[in-house]
């Protein structure tokens, strides 16, 4: 069954450091998602991607943040510069593009630690 | 503000028993509806999509009522695979499919 994935599992990385999320969405998914769940809390959507362009964001994408589909496979967030707050696991998903079916698949998440 | 609002559980039932989730929503134009599990630290993963008839599969029915915003999971004849986090998650609706989550509810099933 093809599924998302995501690298790296686990980053550790100093506050103010830029750190880039690695996503392979479902290979004929069209729309693509960052979602965030900091430990304890509930999951937050990000950012959603369709066409090679932002169609969504929340509150939370701030210019801090940034994504990008640089060939044909891969999704990337990107963080400029890491605040402790930025700590959380993100996790990415997927959705084809079909009238039938409007289900998000997510990756098995990165988990971020900003010390 | 758009939010989910679930039970806040936590869950602790025998094997065999049967359990229900309740959840409810404030945005009236969502559009779909899901129940997700999610194990601890690991990624939610869809259960099943809910539908206005209300659906079924094997032991897991969902019902939605649009009326009073309200969703339903029951789970029977509970195994220790259950255990998990379940989580209401609804989409924004009006063409977005920006999708808000409940904070969950903990079932633990105990043998």
């Known amino acids: 069954e093809p599924e998302v994935t995501q690298t790296p599992s686990h980053q550790v990385t100093q506050m103010g450091q830029e750190v880039i999320l690695r996503c392979v969405p479902i290979s004929n998914h069209l729309y693509f998602y960052w979602y965030r769940q900091i430990l304890g809390q509930k999951v937050e959507f990000l950012v959603s991607?369709?066409?090679?362009?932002?169609?969504?964001k929340s509150e939370i994408f701030d210019d801090q943040f940034s994504v990008e589909r640089p060939d044909g496979s891969n999704f990337t967030l990107k963080i400029r510069s890491t605040k402790l707050e930025d700590s959380a696991m993100y996790f990415c998903?997927?959705?084809?593009?079909?009238?039938?079916?409007?289900?998000?698949?997510f990756g098995p998440g990165t988990r971020l630690t900003v010390l | 503000r758009k939010e989910v609002e679930q039970d806040p559980g936590p869950f602790n039932v025998p094997e065999g028993a049967t359990v229900a989730f309740n959840c409810t929503y404030s945005?009236?134009?969502?559009?779909?509806f899901f129940w997700y599990r999610q194990d601890c630290r690991k990624e939610p993963k869809l259960l099943m999509s809910v539908y206005s008839s209300g659906n079924e599969d094997g032991r897991f029915t969902a019902q939605l009522n649009r009326a009073s915003q309200y969703i339903s999971l029951l789970i029977r004849d509970s195994k220790l695979s259950d255990s998990a986090t379940y989580l209401c998650?609804?989409?924004?609706?009006?063409?977005?499919?920006?999708?808000?989550f409940g904070k969950g509810t903990k079932l633990s099933v105990i043998p």
């Open positions: 998903a997927s959705r084809a593009d079909r009238e039938s079916t409007d289900t998000q698949y």
């Open positions: 991607f369709y066409n090679n362009e932002i169609s969504e």
């Open positions: 998650v609804v989409s924004a609706g009006a063409g977005s499919y920006q999708l808000t």
């Open positions: 945005n009236s134009a969502s559009q779909s």
